[in-house]
């Protein structure tokens, strides 16, 4: 079974090489020193929905005991594993491997969505756990709780009603033109998002 083609779909630019000698080439622009920073830094697009709300879940499972145990490496493991799936997608952060690889396919088929909107609300979880992070500390623990419970309350709307509320605050900022409409046209254009 082929997965459907969606309208907010990554453009493949041709491969560096194709291009006639001489001329400039997008896909060689982000190649410095024999590596293609784009594909390093890639981010899925579109994700599997289950997948992220998988993680979403695990994360809320971590942090929950990380918050009843007071354990600050829990605090640094979450704020790591945030950076990892913002800079690098689900390939080496070890809670989305687990949901990508190992159970969302025992769900079954993949329900897509946006990869922009997932990416923004993973920064988001790294700006609030990096910032849990730096005041626990500092010596201003209650603050890094508040702010861990704060994602708890987020990461378990994700995982267990299916709401995203990084994803919804990528889309007011869009519609404010804060975040351009090409990023996501998806996520602006309703059509797109019901097909």
Known sequence: MT???LPHAPVRL????????????????AVRGGVDWRKVFAFPNPV???AARITAGLV???AVATL?????LGL???AIGFWLRVLFGPRISPLALLSVKVLAPRIGHAKLAAGPPKRFAQGIGAALTTAAVVL???GFQPAAWILLAMLIVAASLESFVGFCLGC???GFLQRRGLIPEDVCEACNNVTLRRT
């Open 3 to 5: 997965k459907p083609a």
């Open 14 to 29: 041709p491969a560096s090489g194709s291009a006639p000698a001489g001329a400039a080439s997008p896909a060689g622009a």
């Open 48 to 50: 599997n929905e289950y």
């Open 60 to 62: 809320v499972v971590l």
């Open 68 to 72: 009843l145990t007071g354990w600050a």
């Open 76 to 78: 640094v493991a979450l």
């Open 136 to 138: 626990f500390f500092t």
């Open 168 to 170: 919804s605050i990528f």
